[in-house]
């Protein structure tokens, strides 16, 4: 004969009272807020101007010579870029020319930003090409000398760069290249600094890695392309956020060999910009060229960040 069975009849209990953080993580946590407050005070004297910059780009003319001036723009507009009711005919102040109607070269402003991204994006690639192959042959090469050529190559980093200007423009401009694309470029391909980076990285590569390559037949060309630039990307994406940043702002080599409108980068044209239009009505543009010139730099620090951060903390550990 089947029992049936028993059920016990469940009996609630209290209800179960909410965790609360330990006594000594929250002292803890304000300690740190506390420790790194004057990190967000420094942060603040950042933000600041670019968030003055930024209102000011959107205010028209009469909001930004007001008095008490705003920290909203109350009726925004985009004529700091492009005014479409300014007249060169008609003298009104409240239309003033946007930023891309200042310039009388071709295609205005936008001429500057493909000035400063054709030099930027050359000097980038190149530079960090001529130094990992130089890394590789300091690295996995028994070159004579090649340590005297290393601490030489270091010791370059010690001498001022400003003291390299005048020897650099007069050879500029013997070989006729002031105010030409191979004047901005050539004297920025070698960096110093970048070429230190990577053999340091190089280090933490085995050279039985290199051997394998080598009794599987490959050539040094090939080795240096297939197995050592993918294994240096880490360290040449951190050494790119250093390189664009630099020639994206670049200002004195390029107001030093640039002659013409057309050929000067945005750093320069913004410089001329403010010397040629003074006065508060100009400020609109002004501040329209410094939003423009600075949101490229920071879109590629935010696209590039995690490999820099890995690029530093693998040299760091490894080199």
Same mark, same amino acid.
């Given at each position: 004969m089947a029992v049936a069975p028993?059920?016990?009849p469940i009996v609630a209990g209290p209800a179960a009272a909410p965790r609360r953080a330990p006594a000594g993580r929250s002292r803890t946590t304000w300690r740190g807020h506390l420790l790194r407050l004057p990190f967000y005070l420094l942060s603040l004297t950042m933000i600041a101007p670019f968030y003055w910059m930024l209102i000011t780009v959107f205010k028209p003319v009469t909001e930004i010579d007001k008095q008490p &001036?705003? /920290? $909203?723009? *109350?009726? &925004?507009?985009? !004529? !700091? /870029?492009?005014? &479409?009711?300014?007249?060169?005919t008609q003298v009104n102040p409240g239309h003033l020319q946007g930023i891309f109607q200042r310039f009388q070269v071709d295609f205005g402003f936008g001429r500057f930003m493909f000035n400063s991204l054709v030099i930027t994006v050359t000097i980038t690639v190149v530079s960090l090409l001529i130094a990992s192959l130089a890394a590789y042959v300091i690295t996995k090469h028994r070159v004579p000398g090649r340590r005297l050529i290393f601490l030489l190559i270091v010791a370059s980093m010690m001498v001022p760069w400003q003291t390299t200007l005048v020897p650099n423009y007069v050879i500029m401009r013997n070989l006729g290249w002031l105010d030409t694309y191979q004047g901005y470029i050539i004297p920025a391909? @070698?960096?110093a600094f970048v070429l230190f980076f990577l053999v340091q990285f190089?280090?933490?590569i085995p050279d039985e890695l290199i051997q394998a390559a080598r009794v599987d037949g490959a050539g040094e060309w090939r080795i240096w392309w297939q197995v050592v630039l993918p294994l240096l990307r880490p360290a040449l994406a951190a050494m790119s956020i250093f390189i664009v940043l630099a020639e994206w702002n670049n200002f004195l080599w390029p107001l030093i060999i640039v002659q013409s409108? *057309?050929? @000067? !980068?945005? &750093? $320069? @044209?913004? @410089?001329r910009l403010n010397s040629y239009f003074t006065g508060a009505q100009n400020q609109g543009a002004i501040m329209a060229g410094g939003l423009l010139a600075s949101l490229p730099s920071i879109a590629f620090f935010l696209a590039f960040q995690r490999y820099f951060t890995r690029g530093i903390v693998l040299s760091g550990l490894k080199g």
């Open positions: 028993t059920t016990t &001036p705003s /920290f $909203v723009p *109350e009726h &925004p507009t985009l !004529n !700091n /870029f492009y005014d &479409p009711g300014y007249s060169p391909l @070698a960096k190089l280090h933490s409108d *057309e050929m @000067a !980068n945005i &750093p $320069v @044209a913004l @410089a």
